[in-house]
């Protein structure tokens, strides 16, 4: 078996014939569609069994829900691809020649580890095409030579089979597969960057990953996840690529803090916003000459004002 598409599937009937249909349309055959139905409440299942009849490469799955994490490492388990592709139930796949065109780059390239492309984010009418990397050219290339951000999300990458590992899968929380992904590339050498759109990512317009509907807990799991592996890696690539994490992490915890949002004590939200500004500046990553050297420096003053003592609106 040459690929394994592994996809977590949650109360995605709306959504899951889209995804099946840009797997099965594939013009390379040798692949199965592995269906984790992760716990739903609606009729995925039941849509899941209709699907599988009519497809044997299609697997399906049913357990208790753990979240997307979880099960991605049930679905890796249950797999049996030499290489391996993660895909989320209300994406899909862009084209019908993406499953050939992967494979000759790594049957032409038996060197590399994985295999990066650019994706479109579709967010209600709107497309945005998401660069996997600026200024790399297509090719192979060292692990070490990303210099700027590799996204964290194990979607628009191809990894091997070999490079993956079923501890290193990680308990869900709202950035549930950062630590997965950066684990992984820690064990990678070579990478092909091929500069296109493969993938399509939806966003619900209705929903906010950001939001003060998750918990506080959730938000504090996933900072405690980049510090430790922002200590244990001095890759610059991926330690940059963390530094934005937190910079994103900073910027929900200031949204918390201003709006007072349900759940977030005070104390936790200042220990917090202390912990990413002594990691960055300790680290003198915010000010840099390349990149959005606007962006970083509004960012580096509003770090200036919280650890000079500046408090914002009073707090009850």
Known sequence: MKFSVVVPVYNAELYLNRLVKSVLDQTFSDFELILVDDGSTDNSFALMKKLQEKDSRIKIFSKENT?????????????????????DSDDWITTSDVLREINDLFEKNENIDVLFFDREDIIGNTKDVICGFQEVSEGVHNIDEINEVIRPGLGAKIFRRNILKTEM??????????????????????????????????????????SSNESAESFSKSLEIILMIYERTNRRSLRYSLELRMATLFTFYWKARLKKWNGYSSDTIKDNIKKIVRILKDNNVIIKPNGNKEIKILIYNILLLISGGHNGKKEN
């Open 67 to 87: 979240g997307p994490g979880y099960t991605r490492k049930y679905g890796f388990e249950k797999s049996s691809g030499e290489l391996l592709f993660f895909v």
């Open 169 to 210: 899968f990680f308990e869900s929380n709202i950035f549930e597969d950062l630590y997965t992904t950066y684990e992984y590339l820690k064990q990678c050498n070579y990478f092909y960057y091929v500069p296109k759109c493969y993938y399509s990512i939806y966003h619900d317009i209705n929903s906010d990953s950001l």
